[in-house]
């Protein structure tokens, strides 16, 4: 008796960087593919805007559509790939695919963040499959890790180099200790930072992937305007070689982490972390994720973040999931629908180790002055740089404090600056030990 092989359709939406190399990876890997899930992936209608891409990349002719609108009315796709980007004709592709029946894979994290509580409960209420695993981190499995490696796992903590772009500025400024608009403009130069380069290097796309990763910890989507965000225009190259001497490295980095209470702070700037902790050795467009469950302890994910085929991989990801349970239906997983814990801590209760920098005139008591001032909130000075200077010269002094609350630490700031001897506004900069 033979058995016919499935076969599921996909309509693919966007030919650019991502759904080129989905376009190719589909067609080099269809073999593979079916032999890994015993079903056959064919791409049946391809949407885009301007029909001479669809000619550079090699698409049929007769797959070809500018209309989007055609996607969601073919009957015969069982899936479709939305790979325009952006959050307004891409929502309007997405939670109409799902209201036609159709599943539907994104790389789409500016959306997801934006809306992924209405996406997924229309995916749930229409038992289709919304699946994001190119929405972070490009190439690295991190979404699967979560929903199923560690599935077993209440998740501590998770810490994410998950901006490429800013990993590049950052270890150039670190190795070759250019100023960061230096840094920026090689990145552009390489083509790791777009023209438009705010997304990235103000915290955004990072601060967008955090909240996709916090949905899937802790089950609640992270109202957009509360994920306090902080990118790297003010980090200035004499921070990155203080931190050095303190046995510090610099990376933007978005944390997520709950405590004994159950309340969440998810946040992205940039931070400190220890020289011999296993993601300050990340450098250049690498990202990586680092995970503590509760049972398992703390494990690492290490990958390209975006590029054409590192995403493309993670499409297919997505495909063979469907591709190896069909035609059978499973049950779609939603995210964000039962909250696992829902208080999101403020900024102001989050408590840290801080940098602190202070640009003072040299003279008798400045020090004393500054310790003080924290000792009155409880804040501790763990150890003290301060170059030699003339009595009279301004000289940078530099402080590594114990924890604080964000409250305390910025009403201590406030009071420091006002200090006569202090001669700019204070630079701080939070710190990680991950224990
Ligand atoms: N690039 C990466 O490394 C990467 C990594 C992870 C995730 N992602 C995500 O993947 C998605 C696609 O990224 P990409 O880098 O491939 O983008 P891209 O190179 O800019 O390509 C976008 C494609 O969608 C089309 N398009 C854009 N807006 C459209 C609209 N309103 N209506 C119809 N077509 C539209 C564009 O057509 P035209 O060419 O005619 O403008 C182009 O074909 C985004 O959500 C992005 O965040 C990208």
Not at 404 to 419: C, M, W, Y
Request: overall charge negative.
């Amino acid at each position: 008796m033979s058995v016919t092989t499935p076969i599921l359709r996909v309509g693919l939406a966007g030919l650019g960087t991502v759904g080129a190399s989905v376009w190719r990876r589909l067609l080099s890997q269809r073999d593979l593919l079916r032999q890994r899930t015993g079903t056959e992936i064919y791409v049946e209608q391809v949407a885009v805007r301007r029909p001479e891409r669809a000619r550079e990349v090699g698409v049929p002719e007769n797959l070809v559509t500018s209309d989007f609108g055609q996607l969601i009315a073919n009957p015969a796709l069982d899936v479709i790939i939305e790979l325009i980007g952006g959050t307004t004709d891409a929502y309007a592709l997405i939670e109409q695919a799902l209201r036609s029946g159709k599943h539907v894979i994104t790389a789409n994290k500016a959306l997801l963040a934006a809306h992924g509580a209405e996406l997924f409960k229309v995916a749930h209420e229409n038992q289709r499959h919304l699946l994001f695993e190119a929405s972070v981190a490009g190439g690295i499995p991190i979404i699967r890790a979560l929903r199923e490696g560690l599935v077993g796992n209440r998740i501590v903590s998770i810490h994410g180099i998950i901006n490429g772009t800013c990993n590049y500025i950052l270890t150039r400024m670190n190795e070759a200790g250019l100023e960061f608009k230096e840094a920026l403009a090689e990145a552009k130069r390489e083509g790791y930072a777009e023209a438009d380069d705010s997304l990235d290097v103000d915290g955004h796309d990072a601060a967008h992937k955090a909240a996709v990763l916090a949905a899937l910890a802790y089950g609640f989507w992270v109202p957009p305007g509360r994920l306090y965000t902080e990118g790297l225009r003010a980090v200035d190259k004499q921070d990155i070689v203080y931190a050095r001497k303190l046995g510090y490295g610099l990376k933007l980095l978005a944390i997520i982490k709950t405590d004994a209470d159950g309340a969440v702070e998810v946040r992205v700037h940039p931070t400190l972390i220890p020289q011999s902790h296993v993601l300050a050795s990340v450098s250049g467009v690498f990202n990586a994720v680092l995970v503590r469950g509760d049972v398992v302890g703390d494990t690492l994910y290490y990958g390209r973040g975006a590029g054409g085929d590192p995403t493309a991989s993670a499409i297919l990801s997505d495909l063979g999931q469907i591709a190896s349970h069909f035609p059978q239906e499973q049950r779609a997983r939603n995210v964000g629908h039962e909250a696992l814990h829902s208080r999101l801590k403020t900024m102001d209760e989050i408590v840290s180790r801080y940098y602190l920098r202070l640009l003072v005139k040299d003279q008798p008591g400045v020090l004393a002055d500054v310790a003080r001032i924290l000792a009155t909130r409880q804040i501790g000075i763990s150890s003290v740089i301060q170059p030699e200077a003339h009595v009279g010269e301004t000289t940078p002094l530099v402080l590594m404090l114990h924890d604080a609350s964000e409250s305390q630490f910025q009403a201590a700031v406030q009071e420091i600056a006002q200090i006569g001897a202090i001669k700019a506004p204070p630079v701080h900069l939070r710190v990680e030990d991950f224990e």
